[in-house]
């Protein structure tokens, strides 16, 4: 049983902790008032494991749970530390004594950058990823549509197909290794956004491939909203889901560095073709890193989303990384989309049998608790 005395101590904590983030999401992690914090948090923090080994916190609901019991502190300053782990994919932190300082605020620095920095677990420091809580859908158990609704699916389809040009035109211009401007994605990124959180299904937005010489285009508008409707329904918002935006419209810009010629072929691919193709997640991640005023997470997106969640899959990663949590949801995309179109290659699938696929890849392929989130919203 916990005493009430360590739950003040972990309440005064988790306080010191907001601050030390809020502090660095305003200023810098250099600024002296997010460094006060941040050694004010890791004196509560080491007194904390004086007593015993490992403190674990854990998101339950709405509920910071330490020790078979939610934490007793103030509500709002639970509120935002919830917020914050879950903009970070965090399910639960275990502290362990002989914490050093260095890895504490390191670890600060990047739960303060959430989506741009990708988390992962030290000796003294654990994270279990991923089981963000899904908010309840808007429209739970009715699938009929309100008028309102479907007057905005039929906006964001015609926001859609006019998109689908200037996409074209965008990822042209990067072909020839010019740099782009991805303010040309605004409006649509923000068209969706607001569709989203209507509550609208994702499905009902996906564009029909008109021929194979679109395929690159649908593809990634497709991706696109399958992507942020996966991450709207798991609470991201604004500037964040924006940058999602971005990150899933640009995940394959890579394969414009790839020839045509391989990436059109109609028959099996050859070991040598394949690895040709495969580099387009390294092409992809150096391009965007040379634009302007581009999300981090863009690279990311690209350079991760053929990662698989057993750490197979390309480009080929040290033991220990994690793919950040959105390059884990433009996989779910990405595949889905590939396998419901009818490409030069292959017939598109039914969509049972893609659940089915989807289903027997969780765990393997897929981050599982994605897999189910996503199952959720196409059923929509
Ligand atoms: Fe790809
Ligand atoms: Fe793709």
Request: hydrophobic share 40%; charged share 25%; net charge positive.
């Amino acid at each position: 049983m916990i005493s009430k005395h360590h739950h003040s101590d972990i309440g005064r904590f988790i306080a010191h902790l907001n601050a030390a983030i809020n502090n660095i999401r305003l200023y810098s992690i250099s600024h002296p008032q997010a460094g006060r914090y941040i050694q004010i948090a890791f004196t509560d923090i080491s007194d904390l494991l004086r007593s015993q080994n490992t403190i674990t916190l854990i998101l339950v609901d709405e509920d910071i749970v330490i020790d078979h019991q939610p934490l007793q502190a103030d509500r709002s300053n639970i509120s935002s530390f919830i917020r914050i782990l879950k903009e970070n994919a965090i399910e639960r932190i275990t502290f362990s004594n002989g914490l050093p300082e260095n890895d504490f605020s390191d670890f600060i620095f990047r739960l303060a950058s959430p989506v741009t920095q990708s988390i992962m677990s030290g000796p003294f420091i654990k994270v279990g990823k991923v089981s963000l809580k899904i908010k309840p859908q808007a429209i739970e158990g009715q699938s009929a549509l309100s008028s309102d609704q479907t007057e905005t699916i039929a906006h964001l389809k015609e926001v859609r197909d006019r998109k689908l040009e200037e996409v074209k035109s965008l990822y042209n211009r990067a072909k020839g290794h010019r740099k782009i401007n991805v303010a040309g994605f605004d409006d649509m990124l923000k068209a969706f956004i607001k569709g989203f959180s209507k509550g609208l299904p994702p499905m009902a937005l996906l564009a029909i491939l008109k021929s194979a010489d679109e395929y690159t285009f649908t593809h990634v508008i497709n991706v696109c909203i399958l992507t942020m409707s996966q991450a709207e329904s798991l609470g991201f918002k604004g500037e964040y889901l924006y940058q999602i935006g971005i990150a899933s419209v640009l995940h394959d810009v890579g394969k414009l560095f790839v020839p045509e010629e391989i990436i059109r072929k109609p028959d099996m691919l050859t070991r040598e073709e394949r690895s040709i193709i495969e580099t387009h997640t390294i092409k992809g991640a150096k391009y965007i890193l040379n634009l302007e005023n581009i999300p981090k997470l863009a690279v990311l997106g690209a350079m991760e989303h053929h990662i698989k969640y057993n750490g197979s899959g390309y480009p080929l990663i040290r033991g220990g990384w994690q793919p950040n949590i959105v390059s884990q949801m433009i996989a779910i995309a990405d595949v889905f989309d590939a396998l419901r179109s009818r490409r030069s290659y292959s017939e598109p699938k039914s969509l049972e049998l893609i659940k089915q696929i989807l289903q027997q890849e969780k765990g393997t392929t897929f981050n599982p608790f994605l897999v189910d989130n996503f199952l959720k919203l196409i059923e929509r």
